[in-house]
Nanobody, 125 residues
């Protein structure tokens, strides 16, 4: 069982990046999927999540700028990040929560049992 995150890099403030999370050994249709991030010296924080039924939720800090999506045929989840800010700089992790948790639960890391290795996103000001 593995989640492989990719797509991170260096971008200027105001720019865009698209993160991908490819799943192997699990079928994402059976999982709630989420993105979290951790900046240097800070705790890991919730970014966005999507249920198998395609409902989504976002942290207030990214609402209106980031979009989460999932492709069951490709067994992958994506995070489109637009209008990026310096404070978006962090290591981004994708994660999978088994079953059918309610949306509010998917905002908490404790419900996720599978984590990817993280991809670095750096926004220059």
């Amino acid at each position: 069982v593995q989640l492989q995150a990719s797509g991170g890099g260096l971008v200027q403030a105001g720019g865009s990046l698209r993160l991908s999370c490819a799943a192997s050994g699990l079928t994402i249709g059976n999982y709630g999927m989420g993105w979290f991030r951790q900046a240097p010296g800070k705790e890991r924080e919730f970014v966005s999540a999507i249920r198998s039924g395609m409902t989504t939720t976002y942290a207030d800090s990214v609402k209106g700028r980031f979009t989460i999506s999932r492709d069951h045929a490709k067994n992958a989840v994506y995070l489109q990040m637009n209008k990026m800010k310096f404070e978006d700089t962090a290591v981004y992790y994708c994660a999978a929560a088994p079953g059918s948790y309610i949306m509010s639960a998917l905002r908490s890391a404790k419900y996720y049992s599978v984590w990817g290795q993280g991809t670095q996103v750096t926004v220059s000001s």
